[in-house]
């Protein structure tokens, strides 16, 4: 079986470690086509060195761009590439305009899709993210849901019958690097100027466009995280970096430091540092859950709506609409004391990625 993944974005390649590694422990020939939408090195060289990814035995090198130009550019250098590879599989990963691209590049030369992360639906038809996965996998071959919640969500749109349940090969990823972290074999991480370690920190990102891209909701954001008793390791994403530069807005001051996007493993330890999170990132939110760290989620919605039992993660459309009190005792709540459970699987979900995809492949 040949099995062609297609990534382009710093949470698509932390998802490509597991898949690789188990990829790697059988005779089936993976083969790795990076679009570089992500190409900042510290959104993307990082992950394959610091994971142990292979390097990308394809690298389209798309950039940066409007939806619609960065969608239209991955779509016409990816065809010549599936059209020569002509793979038993194309595995898109997660809901990025490379997923998107390469489900509609395959589907149109014929080429079997499966859709890892199917499923996922934040019923926000504002986000870019919603339209791609809602796309995708309605025009997917297979579809490779992560949870319960997102084989119903599939069952609703009437895709049951190319929909398993596979689980979230991001616990695979996550669980290892933890351990690791906490065996004391991966270094500390390097956290923004001004933080302590040893001390109390929460740990924030933010880069969603609904977030970023209104000079007046980004400014309002940054002064309620600054307004935050606790000190705030502030993670800051490029798109976030060009928005404050543009907008005139100073992120640092009060109790926001500033830092550079951490590779994995040391956003893994940074997390293990913190005493919660505070992010609009997907990935982030089930990582903080994964690690037993409050999240507070500063959007109207989740995809992942299972972090949300039990108040491991509280959304917070607009902390300033809260109040201060509110928005405080919300983000500095203290680790809930209910068992989590395991609704994103055991982390071998990898395995099972590569035993459906043989399983179900089309001579």
Known sequence: MKVLSVVGARPQLVKLAPIAAAFAATEH?????????????????????GLGIPDPDVHLGIGSGSH?????KTLAALDPVLAEQQPDWVLVYGDTNSTLAGALSAVKQHL????????LRSFNRRMPEEHNRVLTDHCADLLLAPTGEAMRHLATEGLANRSVLVG?????VCLRVRDAVLAGTQARPELPEGIDPEAPYLLATLHRAENTDDPERLAALVAALADLPVPVALLAHPRLLARANEQGLKLAGGSLHVGRPLPYAA???AVLGSVGVVTDSGGLQKEAYLLDRPCTTLRPETEWVET???????LVPDPAAL???GWVSTATRPTPEAPRGEPFGDGRAAEQVVRVLAEHVRR
Not at 309 to 314: C, Q
């Open 112 to 119: 079997p899709v499966a859709h890892l992360e199917a499923g």
């Open 323 to 325: 109040g201060h009190t």
């Open 308 to 314: 949300l039992h039990d108040g491991w993660n509280v």
């Open 267 to 269: 956003l893994v330890a």
């Open 68 to 72: 619609g130009a960065q969608t239209g």
């Open 29 to 49: 020939e993976h083969v790795i086509v990076h679009t570089g939408q992500h190409y900042n090195a510290d959104l993307s060289d990082v992950f394959f060195s």
């Open 168 to 172: 979230d090969v991001m616990v695979d």
